[in-house]
């Protein structure tokens, strides 16, 4: 068995050089094969993206750069992530695990404590060679990484965070009275911030250089960025807004929370009420709608925030392109989870329904994925505000159901890695193992039907009651009693919310509170709950066998 020592080779002067700039020290460990020359790996962690974008038909965001990637990636049109809130998200397709297995279900414990010494993506990475580098959101941040987004386990040098993250939360949003709040919805003059900057435009910068320096080397580098935007709160450069005048938002196409939603499924998106602006509005606990106007200021904002990220995004494609990496290096483009705006009657993320769990997720391949041959000039920065900002399609679409799960096994195997072997049922003792399933197959079918990962994507978030109170977005572990487990196939969502013991992390599966089924083609927004116990007896079966596994 391994021990929680960092294990790797580093090509010593590379590291010496980033060490230089970043400030983060070499670590020694054993030594492994270098992989130098091999293909390396861009990683684009966006939090709380939705699929509004582009490239997946959305016809009012603006996101050129993204959907640029897109057009030469393969897209997975039905990507779920395992959980819709960050730390646990992460911690699930960082290491392979489902949350189950992590035993993370909020953000107050690290997992090789509290659950087992599992192996994460870049930690792979690095023990086959890589110089693997963290930038920007990619672990959460504090306990749940323990205060070290894991380093120096999986990062060869200390993981950057932009300084101008600790004011995202502070009173820095310029109100109609002249004063400071702490608001949600918070266009800024980018020049009168604290620092003058924001932490994406900090983390792409320092992308860039870590990029520059890595040049400088013949050595493979894993590379992860982790964007902030457009999570809460909503503090984007002002002149994005003009991207979206007020007057053509509209409001979601479901904003009234369905008759037979039970309960428990609700989601009362307690953490955007502590913001001041909204707070102003006192909307009453927890089923009070949002005024109108306020929704359409937050799903602009929304917007706004998205195609100032696909900027940052775009700027850091180009310096791929400008420095040679476009034809050596897979870039992988994913969110945490999505983010519900005003679907339902909610907001935020913190539910099992595919508007805060069906993710983006997309896979360049040189010469696999962008018509099979190098080509120079793929990657160029597109100006959101340019008439050359139009939508482009995606290379290849893939629509089978997916989970981010297979993040971890699929870039192993794309970086010809060996294969990771299938989890045991237990794994608590595996330290290396996926509980995902690699994807790379599909980028070797021509058509759907050709491969398929398993066809069911599964999903899980947890209550603290049957009815809505103010921890109910995120129950700290020891308040958990209810888990609902989710599956989502290319025909149906069904979800079965059971009893839960905190302590034992076992699900009362004879503890039934509530189940869901919505069928995808005839009511895509998941606002009919069809579940009827004494037909769809075959569904709580089904799912059953999962959590029990």
């Not at 993370?104 to 693997?132: C, I, M």
């Not at 099992?352 to 696999?368: A, C």
């Amino acid at each position: 068995m391994r021990s929680l020592c960092c294990c790797s080779l580093r090509p010593l002067l590379i590291l010496s050089v980033i060490t230089a700039v970043t400030g983060g020290p070499a670590v020694s460990g054993r030594q492994l094969k270098s992989v130098t020359g091999g293909m390396n790996v861009l990683l684009i962690i966006v939090d709380d993206l939705r699929t509004s974008l582009g490239c997946y038909g959305d016809s009012i965001v603006k996101s050129p750069n993204i959907d640029q990637l897109a057009s030469q990636s393969v897209l997975f049109t039905n990507a779920y992530a395992q959980q819709a809130v960050c730390a646990p998200s992460r911690v699930s397709f960082l290491t392979g695990r489902r949350p189950g297995t992590t035993k993370l279900f909020d953000f107050n414990s690290y997992w090789r404590k509290h659950a087992g010494n599992y192996s994460t993506l870049p930690q792979y990475f690095k023990e086959h060679g890589y110089v693997t580098m963290s930038v920007g959101k990619v672990f959460h941040p504090g306990i749940s990484s323990n205060h070290s987004d894991d380093y120096p386990y999986s990062w060869s040098v200390r993981p950057f965070h932009p300084s101008s993250e600790k004011y995202e939360n502070t009173k820095t949003c310029k109100g109609k009275d002249g004063q400071l709040h702490a608001n949600l919805v918070c266009p800024v003059d980018v020049s009168e911030v604290p620092e003058g900057t924001l932490p994406d435009i900090q983390s792409t910068e320092e992308a860039v250089r870590l990029l520059k320096i890595v040049k400088q080397q013949n050595s493979s580098f894993f590379l992860a960025v982790g964007y902030h935007k457009p999570h809460i709160p909503f503090r984007f450069p002002k002149e994005f807004l003009k991207l979206y005048p007020i007057g053509n938002v509209s409001l979601a196409p479901d904003p009234d929370i369905p008759k037979n939603l039970p309960p428990v499924a609700y989601n009362p998106w307690t953490d955007i009420r502590k913001r001041e602006d909204v707070q102003a509005l006192n909307i009453s606990f927890p089923y009070g709608p949002i005024p109108p106007h306020f929704q359409r200021l937050i799903r602009q904002s929304y917007f706004a925030s998205v195609s100032y990220l696909d900027g940052q995004v775009g700027q850091l494609l180009n310096a791929v392109e400008n420095m040679g990496f476009s034809n050596d290096t897979i870039i992988a483009f994913a969110s945490d989870h999505g983010w519900s705006l005003g679907e339902h009657g909610e907001w935020a993320k913190y539910s099992n329904f595919d508007v805060t769990t069906r993710v983006p997720l997309m896979f360049y391949i040189p010469g696999v994925t962008n018509t099979g041959q190098p080509q120079q000039n793929i990657f160029m920065y597109i100006d959101p505000f340019s008439r050359e900002a139009r939508r482009k399609l995606p290379g290849k679409i893939k629509t089978d159901p997916v989970e981010l799960v297979s993040l971890f096994p699929t870039l192993a195997e794309l970086a010809q890695l060996p294969l990771l072997q299938e989890c045991p049922v237990p794994s608590f003792h595996v330290e290396l193992c996926t509980e995902g399933h690699s994807l790379a197959p599909y980028f070797k079918a021509s058509a759907d039907g050709e491969y398929s990962a398993g066809t069911v994507a599964y999903s899980s978030y947890p209550r603290p009651s049957d009815t809505p109170q103010w921890n109910s977005d995120l129950p700290d572990l020891q308040d958990i009693r209810i888990m609902g487990y989710s599956m989502r196939t290319c025909d149906y969502r069904y979800t079965l919310w059971v009893g839960y013991n905190p302590v034992t992390f076992r699900a009362n599966i004879t503890d039934i509170h509530a189940q869901e089924l919505y069928l995808s083609k005839i009511d895509p927004n998941e606002d009919h709950n069809l579940f009827n116990a004494s037909i769809h007896y075959d569904l709580t079966s089904k799912i059953l066998r999962h959590i029990m596994k």
